[in-house]
């Protein structure tokens, strides 16, 4: 006789004919992060199943937070020109005395004119927007904070000035417009045409300072900029520019229950298409449906009130305690430096798309800043901008408002423009509100004393140290702040890393 030889005949399991891999099966009690669970065969009893909702609830609230920022972001800004009387696309909020403290403006800089519109592309169909010649960097985001076109020196205008045709998502005819733009010949007039995958689209445009001064680009913009429907091109509407400098008023998302109120507004008013299938279910699981009301009875309402919490926490740990690959600029080092566009890509890709998304280095940027556009992490010599981040000291520790630091800019900075320190408010990630309108020091605007070999101490403080007033940056006793350098017109030893700034010193 031959012995029988079978796969899997190991010991039964109990209950069964065969033995069952451990692997796929559930204990009748479990511990967990949320608790005991408790099963009969596999099956969880009421308690649990009532534990289980509400965590599902909580964790899909958390990631509607982390992924709505950029919709609500782009949202708060709209409100925020509403909260100043612009509602069209011709009323245009105008930093013509530079962006001071006043506003709550996530990471906005001191030193270049900031010309801000919206446009309504469900309102007014397909829309012109003309550029004027020697128009600093410039770009049009859609509702969801994505790229749609550069303008002024990075846009294919090139500085020169143009005409820019935005076609609604909805639009149908024989004008081609992909992201980017491209260059058509419209009724014997030059534009550059690109269709919005949104209706509510932001233009954020930036002009130099002249001589240390704001005129120049002041002037530009109120005689040059232009916003009408392409139907009114030959009557369009006036221009209404308002002053948005020195005004107090806020344009950044909610970080409690509210939040998902403003980005039901985008899901609300936006084409269906502004999200793919996957991000429109994960909103909906918490009840944010396009066309339906999102009124979550009092339970869900609580644990999404959770969800924010947990979900405002978890962005904050990420802008100020990031723990990705990339994020450190000199990573040879324990330098504080952090770069905001972690991955060096507009669209948070890793290897090009191989790699997916980088959803944490997504969310650490649109939760303190704003504009989405190729040119920021592109290397561009002699272009554009370069920006560099710190939230600690050079022994890591958090900056606080009620010591005195030292920052040293060594010499020869590699920029062709100039370069500037702004320090913010972790709370709101705007500038920090002091006794000074302008937070900053800017190598153009400011009158710095320089060290004998060309570098500049700058110092941060309550008060400023003895003899240093011209150096100095006040801070709040009992607030913290971070710190943006940025170079404008950035040369080559900014990129190969051969000129580096100097870490944030505490002085006794």
């Not at 009724?187 to 005129?215: H, M």
């Amino acid at each position: 006789m031959h012995s029988a030889s079978y796969v899997g005949a190991d010991e039964p399991t109990p209950g069964y004919n065969t033995k069952i891999p451990e692997k796929i099966m559930t204990p009748s009690e479990v511990d967990t992060s949320i608790g005991k669970l408790s099963f009969f065969d596999g099956m969880p009893d009421e308690p649990t199943v009532d534990k289980l909702y509400d965590n599902l609830t909580v964790m899909r609230g958390v990631e509607a937070f982390l992924n709505g920022i950029p919709a609500t972001s782009i949202e708060g800004l709209r409100e925020g020109h509403v909260e100043l009387g612009i509602e069209h696309s011709n009323e245009v909020l105008l930093f013509d005395h530079l962006a001071d403290s006043n506003p709550l403006f996530l990471t906005a800089n001191t030193d270049t004119v900031y010309c801000s519109a919206f446009l309504h592309l469900d309102q007014d169909g397909p829309t012109v927007v003309e550029i004027p010649a020697k128009c600093g960097p410039g770009t049009v985001n859609d509702a969801y904070f994505r790229f749609v076109i550069d303008m002024g020196v990075p846009g294919p205008d090139g500085g020169k000035g143009g005409k820019y045709l935005i076609l609604p998502p909805d639009f149908e005819g024989d004008w081609d417009g992909p992201i980017g733009g491209k260059e058509s010949e419209i009724d014997g007039e030059t534009y550059f045409v690109v269709k919005s995958p949104s209706y509510v689209n932001w233009v954020i445009l930036r002009g130099f300072l002249v001589d240390g001064r704001t005129d120049f680009s002041e002037a530009m913009f109120r005689n040059g900029f232009k916003v009408y429907p392409f139907a009114k091109r030959n009557n369009p509407p006036e221009m209404r520019f308002v002053s948005a400098s020195r005004k107090s008023f806020n344009t950044i998302h909610a970080n409690n229950f509210e939040f998902y109120e403003e980005l039901n507004r985008v899901i609300d008013r936006e084409p269906i298409g502004l999200f793919d299938p996957e991000m429109r279910g994960l909103f909906a699981s918490i009840g944010i449906v396009k066309g339906k009301p999102f009124d979550p009875d009092d339970r869900t309402k609580r644990l999404l009130v959770d969800a924010v919490a947990i979900g405002n926490a978890t962005a904050r740990a990420l802008v100020f305690r990031p723990r990705m690959d990339g994020v450190s600029i000199y990573p040879d080092s324990d330098s504080q430096w952090m770069t905001a566009f972690v991955g060096g890509d507009y669209q948070w890709l890793r290897d090009k798309g191989a790699g997916g998304r980088n959803l944490n280095a997504r969310t650490m940027f649109f939760y303190q800043a704003t504009v989405n556009t190729p040119a920021m992490v592109l290397k561009m010599v002699g272009k554009g901008s370069q920006y560099a981040y710190a939230v600690a000291d050079k022994d890591g520790k958090y900056l606080d408002g009620s010591k005195t630091y030292k920052l040293t800019i060594p010499a020869n900075v590699p920029v062709k423009d100039f370069w500037s320190v702004v320090i913010y408010d972790p709370q709101t990630r705007s500038e920090l509100q002091t006794g000074q309108p302008f937070p900053s020091k800017n190598s153009k605007r400011s009158e710095l004393v320089e060290n004998s070999d060309g570098s500049v101490d700058l110092y941060f403080g309550p008060k400023a140290p003895e003899g240093k007033e011209q150096n100095w940056i006040q801070t709040v006793a009992g607030k913290g702040w971070y710190t943006i350098l940025r170079l404008y017109g950035p040369l080559d030893p900014w990129f190969e890393k051969t000129w580096r700034p100097g870490e944030i010193e505490l002085l006794p």
